[in-house]
């Protein structure tokens, strides 16, 4: 799965999970919502519980089920949990130092970049997992009606 993916498919995950926080729910269940491979569910869910934002349990009745209470988790948990890239980042090749623009771009750049990302860090932060299944259970039920 691209990088890029990771957080969108991982929040969806958690949603599911948030639904019934004190269940387990095995990869196939939580693959069904999402129609995605088990093997998917069950790569991003060791990032989760290595952050410790679920656990697993094995054999009869086990699979995977929040660590904590969705409205103590966060997006930006989750980002940190399963973003294995950065959303901005500067290329591979040194531009040209000669060049009165190419030498000041890669400051300017990485300043703006660091500012955008704690932005984003700072966004995910004010939103829980109780407010993402909130908001899916209400559109669910404005488009059922």
Request: one cysteine or more; glycine letters at 6%; aromatic letters at 4%.
């Amino acid at each position: 799965m691209p990088a890029s993916c990771q957080f969108a498919t991982g929040v969806h995950f958690l949603a599911l999970l948030s639904q019934s926080p004190d269940s387990f729910l095995t990869s196939n269940e939580i693959a069904e919502s999402t129609l995605t491979h088990p093997v998917v569910v069950r790569r991003l869910m060791a990032s989760l519980q290595e952050a410790g934002v679920v656990e697993t349990q094995k054999g009869p009745g086990g699979g995977v089920r929040l660590a904590r209470l969705p409205r103590q988790i966060t997006l930006a948990d989750v980002y940190q949990a399963v973003q294995t890239s950065e959303p901005l980042h500067l290329p591979h090749t040194e531009p040209n130092k000669n060049c009165p623009i190419g030498q000041a771009m890669q400051g300017i750049l990485e300043e703006i970049f660091t500012r955008a990302e704690a932005a984003l860090t700072n966004e995910l932060a004010r939103t829980t997992l109780s407010d993402v299944l909130e908001s899916a259970l209400a559109r669910h039920r404005a488009h059922s009606a």
